[in-house]
């Protein structure tokens, strides 16, 4: 069956088109995020709005209330299908020609509704294959965690394996130092002990990962951010991959490396799901 189109609001409008000289389509100017629709309700919606307004903030784009936002999913969810997917969109919206934005910017908002993804149950329950990427990620802090609209790495990166060969990959930056999946979060698991990259050069700080560290200090589960080289991960008792349409994927395989049974993972995955 083919997906059907995405349900589309744009300022609040039914539309799926943007001006010309929108700085989202201009140069990737703006922020979003990926939320899990489940039983008609949005999952972390407040975690989300909270990263979104901080993602926003670090790029001096104003953010509307999350009252409007609310709005504007509620009208979408009323004819969305109860497990879907929903995605908000904020770019600093139309401006002059050239990089220097207006200096008061009037932002753009798109929300919209998609179909659930059919695979994501299907790889939690057997492991994720996933493929060491040859791009690396440029190092730029002062980008570094933010959940902005340039994601050229991330599309280059796909393209280094054939549809249905793996279903994520691992993104390096240029030391060799792990950063995260192409879409998702990374976290080791060695000795009982929770390991995830820092994110200070370059990355996403999923919301997801956010959900995993404070569901570690709730179980007093030593978890740390600290640098991750590739071997260490090659060695660790577990690996497992985060974001918020996923929620956790262990990893069953890297290359010739093989984990076996996801027990701490398959937990905490457990706990993610009786929360939502």
């Excluded at 020609?97 to 908002?109: F, I, L, M, S, V």
Aim: hydrophobic share 45%.
């Amino acid at each position: 069956m083919m997906p059907s189109a995405p349900l589309t609001l744009v300022n609040g409008a039914v539309q799926d088109t943007l001006p010309g000289l929108d700085r989202g389509l201009q140069y990737g100017d703006g922020v979003f995020r990926t939320v899990r629709v489940h039983r008609g309700r949005p999952q972390w919606w407040a975690t989300h709005m909270c990263k979104l307004a901080e993602d926003a903030d670090r790029l001096a784009i104003p953010a509307p209330p999350s009252a409007v936002w609310e709005r504007e999913v509620d009208t979408l969810l009323a004819t969305a299908p109860a497990e879907c997917v929903l995605k908000l969109i904020l770019t600093r919206g139309t401006g002059p020609r050239g990089y220097r934005p207006a200096a008061q910017p009037e932002p753009t908002r798109i929300v919209q509704v998609s179909d659930w993804p059919a695979n994501i149950e299907a790889v939690a329950a057997r492991g994720a294959v996933v493929h060491l990427c040859a791009l690396r990620l440029a190092e730029q802090p002062r980008l570094a965690g933010i959940k902005h609209l340039n994601r050229l790495e991330n599309v280059l990166a796909t393209l280094e394996w054939p549809p249905g060969e793996a279903d994520e990959g691992l993104m390096l930056d240029p030391s060799g130092r792990v950063v995260c999946g192409v879409s998702s979060n990374v976290f080791l698991v060695r000795q009982g002990r929770l390991l995830t990259p820092r994110l200070s050069r370059c990355g996403v700080a999923g919301v997801a990962r956010q959900q995993v560290l404070a569901l570690a200090a709730q179980l007093k589960l030593p978890a740390s951010e600290s640098d991750i080289g590739l071997d260490e991960l090659l060695t660790a008792d577990e690996v497992f991959l985060t974001n918020s349409l996923i929620r956790l994927w262990p990893v069953a395989r890297l290359g010739e490396r093989h984990w076996g049974e996801p027990r701490l993972a398959a937990e905490l995955r457990r706990l993610l799901d009786d929360a939502a």
